[in-house]
């Protein structure tokens, strides 16, 4: 079954395009600028129009990227806006959206549309981009020898215990997995 999901007028939805790709469109522009530094300054040295073409396809490849995922951030805010119309929208739906910058501005227009107070929005944006970084970046060790699980995330480090294996279960569960019948 396939949502119904809310229809966008084309000024609003020119709006929103606008606002969801300014990343993109900023770094068009910055692509653009070796370009046009160049022509304005009559450089005509072809080492600094090879590097400036290096620099502008790597920004305009960038930007590209990043421009083409408009229709899924479109896509994301209308089903925001479903889940508002609904009444089964919560604030906490738009936490996956703050792990990546571009998609940060969607769950600020989501949470908009929603009724959250500005201040509440930059609040509950930033503590969710804080806390997917820091799961983000966890890191786990067993110790079998020791019997002990270290995970750090965020900074925070916890140990747990466990009962290791003893020579002879270890033995035995070697020897399982090797015997053949």
Do not use: N
Not at 45 to 64: G, K, T
Not at 107 to 115: E, I, K, P, W
Not at 161 to 166: L, R, V
């Amino acid at each position: 079954m396939k949502l119904q999901l809310p229809g966008l007028g084309t000024v609003e939805t020119v709006w929103l395009w606008l606002s969801f790709q300014r990343y993109a469109l900023l770094l068009t522009l910055l692509a653009l600028a070796p370009l046009l530094g160049l022509t304005t300054f009559g450089v005509v040295a072809w080492w600094a129009w090879a590097l400036a073409a290096l620099v502008s396809i790597r920004l305009a490849a960038y930007a590209y990227a990043i421009g083409r995922r408009g229709p899924a951030k479109i896509h994301a805010y209308r089903v925001a806006l479903h889940r508002i119309e609904r009444g089964s929208f919560s604030p906490e739906r738009v936490r996956r959206h703050c792990a990546d910058p571009c998609f940060r501005v969607v769950a600020h227009h989501s949470l908009r549309r929603a009724g959250v107070p500005a201040d509440e929005r930059r609040r509950l944006v930033r503590t969710y981009a804080r806390e997917l970084a820091d799961e983000g970046s966890a890191l786990v060790v067993i110790d079998h020898r020791r019997g002990e699980v270290r995970q750090t995330v965020g900074g925070q480090m916890t140990t747990t215990s466990f009962i290791p294996p003893t020579p002879s279960t270890q033995g035995s569960l070697d020897a399982s997995r090797t015997a053949r019948p």
